[in-house]
């Protein structure tokens, strides 16, 4: 044979032994940029509220407190941070400034601070306690800075907004990277302003000059997750009761309340945020906040009206487990940490949440897809739904939207959650999945669910018993792309079933 014609051959030969491979699925619609990603990643955090408020009883101070009461003897952030740590949480938001005007950290924007408290003799900073201990214990840390001041004269002038931009510039600057900058939509109203003890209203669409402060934001802590009701980055999921919508989609427009095209932190549609938009502009996840009791601050009263470990599991269902991300609200007491009924609940959520997800039966059974990409099974095949990797995914031909997968197993398995994500890099593709068993020589539903985004938890309620299982896609608005699916059984709690 011809040297020419022999290398032809060969490399005819090795081109049909290794084709190229498929290209990857396009994104569909709008995606998250890195730093939602990493919020998503995230998942389960606190917000710690604690400040002269909590020595005077109340939910909101009114700016008039005097700083010496103050002054928690036992004061220990690395308690919180350690109890926040037990029950999954991946990190804490520390409400810096409330709406009082109080801060936590020896400001040079205004008097009202920690440096005219007793504590530590007016040499305590708070802000870098809680900064260092949850950088000790490997937890993100984030910062809330109220933009409203019941306490300075000048609030409602000018000259304030200028104040509450250094407020963030110094922390923004003092304490690290933070993984969220955190603001809300209490703006204006009666307070004591210097003693002046009047009301306030201000334009909250114009007031702040809200870009303007994001723009630092972008530029002093770029890893940082912007909330509010309007984003930029993450939504607020329009109530505080800990959980977004049967149906919630990453995605979201924000509105205003009286003309749509100019939505203000606390001017707008809020109350949209519990499902979201399918066609949303944005890639703008809901964040669901809740306190761990009744109120957001220490209340004595409320010692023995701590959530359980099972409401709160439901919660993290309800929250995390509808692609979003769970905030409870933390009160340290007035020795300066959390109650004793606090941590337990706190520890005991953690070791339910742990316990649930220790198994994944998935693994113990063969999976039958319907369709792989390209028949690359090695790229998008089985293996990257169990391999605990976000961003590794089963993938179909583009053709495909409704394909199905089937697991085996050599004998009954029983479970009663089913947890299934998406590679929300390529986009919120799925719109509705189904669950089925085998039983009694045929297919039965058990479960189904719609927006399934970064994670998607179905509770079932019983314990069901088969052995094959089967995942049905309804419905996609772009061949799917799916990260895992896993089965579980969850344990009971208290002799009752979760």
Known sequence: MKPIILISFLLLTCFNSFPPKISPPEPYGVLPSERILAWHETEFYGLVCFT???????????????????????????????????AGMKGLILVCKHHDGFCLW?????????????????????????????????????????????????????KYVEIYREQLREIYTNYGPLFISWHDGANGGDGYYGGARETRKIDRTTYYGWDKLWGMTRELQPGAAIFSDIGWDVRWVGNEKGFAGETCWATFTPKGREIESKPGIGDSRYEEGETGHRDGKYWMPAECDVPLRKGWFYHPTEDNQVKSASQLFDLYCKSVGRGQCLDLGLAPDLRGILHENDVVALKDLGKLIDNTFARNLAKEGKITLSNIRGND????????????????????????????????????ISFNIIRIRENIKLGQRIDRIGVDVWENGGWKEVGQATSIGALRIIRLANLVTSTKVRLRVVGSAAAPCISEFGIYAAPKVSGAGI
């Open 52 to 86: 002269t408020t909590t020595f005077q009883n109340k939910e909101w101070g009114y700016g008039d407190a005097d700083p010496s009461i103050l002054n928690p003897m036992a004061f220990d952030a690395d308690q919180v941070v350690a109890a926040a740590k037990s």
């Open 106 to 158: 020896p400001t040079k924007t205004t008097e009202y601070n920690i440096s005219k408290s007793p504590w530590k003799g007016g040499k305590g900073d708070m802000v870098r306690e809680f900064s260092l201990a949850c950088k000790k214990a490997g937890l993100k840390f984030g910062a809330y800075v109220s933009p409203w001041d019941r306490n300075s004269a000048e609030y409602g002038n000018p």
């Open 377 to 412: 099974s090695q790229t998008y095949g089985a293996k990257n739904l169990l391999d605990d990797d976000r961003y590794s995914y089963w993938a179909t031909d583009d053709n495909v939207k409704t394909p199905v997968l089937v697991l085996k197993f050599k004998v009954p």
